[in-house]
């Protein structure tokens, strides 16, 4: 059973940088996975914000100019780690940031219809003070 355990939220101030961590244990040898970073902050509806390829070749984000200027995915192969770094944060971006996984066909697969996701990770909050 693939497990996720997101770190590094926090309190920060408005324009503070965090970087986000995924980490994944459980996989499957031989298996490809995407791996997506999501939010939700108190009554709004999830957001799907990246994902990355299990190569890292591949890359997906909202399509929304404040997530594509400030949001960078990342990955580290040999950790089986999945980053998110945000820049100039704001106070919207408080929410509680999770990452999720699913299979894919291919190394380079980017899964970008979140329904699709089948693993969660339970999140880490990130507070953004004005």
């Known amino acids: 059973q693939v497990q996720l355990q997101e770190s590094g939220g926090g309190l920060v101030q408005t324009g503070d940088s965090l970087t986000l961590s995924c980490t994944a244990s459980?996989?499957?040898?031989?298996?490809?996975?995407?791996i997506g970073w999501f939010r939700q902050g108190p009554g709004k509806e999830r957001e799907f914000l990246a994902a990355i390829s299990w190569s890292g070749r591949g890359t997906y984000y909202m399509d929304e100019d404040s997530i594509q200027a400030r949001f960078t995915i990342s990955k580290d192969g040999a950790k089986d780690t999945v980053y998110l770094k945000v820049i100039a944060l704001k106070p919207e971006d408080s929410a509680n940031y999770f990452c999720?996984?699913?299979?894919?066909?291919?190394?380079?697969?980017?899964?970008?219809?979140?329904?699709?996701?089948?693993?969660w990770g339970r999140g880490t909050q990130v507070t953004v003070s004005s």
């Open positions: 459980g996989l499957t040898s031989s298996t490809y996975y995407s």
């Open positions: 999720g996984a699913t299979t894919t066909t291919n190394i380079d697969g980017v899964i970008v219809t979140d329904h699709t996701y089948k693993f």
